[in-house]
């Protein structure tokens, strides 16, 4: 399990951008299961909506690629580097994320080739599921 400290170590995304509070499974290279839990406080409740709060989808898929990040990133040839975005498909939302939900983050490295590589990702709440996607990225 990775902490908060331990995950910034290996990803470098700071507050307010950092989406994952803990890291409960780790598999270098291969998977990473992560937590966010969802606070009033974030930012972006303040206008996404006023009266009733939601987590933006972008927000979901930007958490699912920072936990696909420690997955990459952990591998000892890829420390110190960043995995950027080089795509996004196939996502498709569920339900909404409000305040006081634990979002489960999971990423499993389905490709690789170089620095190039695919993650399928899946976010759910409380065993159901919020959000999916096929995340590309680049690492350099």
Not at 2 to 19: A, N, S
Not at 76 to 91: L, M, P, Q, R
Not at 133 to 139: H, N
Request: glycine share 10%; charged share 25%; proline share 6%.
């Amino acid at each position: 399990m990775l902490d908060i400290k331990e995950i910034m170590d290996i990803i470098p995304h700071r507050q307010p951008f950092l989406l994952v509070d803990r890291i409960e499974e780790l598999e270098p290279g291969v998977r990473a299961v992560g937590y966010k839990n969802v606070s009033y406080n974030e930012p972006y409740f303040q206008g996404h909506f006023p009266g009733e709060p939601v987590m933006p989808g972008v927000l979901q898929i930007e958490a699912l690629a920072q936990v696909g990040a420690v997955a990459i990133l952990s591998m000892e040839e890829n420390k110190g580097k960043t995995a950027y975005f080089g795509g996004i498909n196939s996502a498709k939302f569920k339900q909404k994320v409000v305040p006081g939900d634990v979002l489960k983050l999971e990423c499993e490295i389905i490709k690789r080739k170089g620095p190039i590589g695919v993650g399928s990702a899946k976010a759910t709440v409380n065993g159901k599921t919020a959000c999916i996607a096929e995340l590309t990225f680049a690492v350099q």
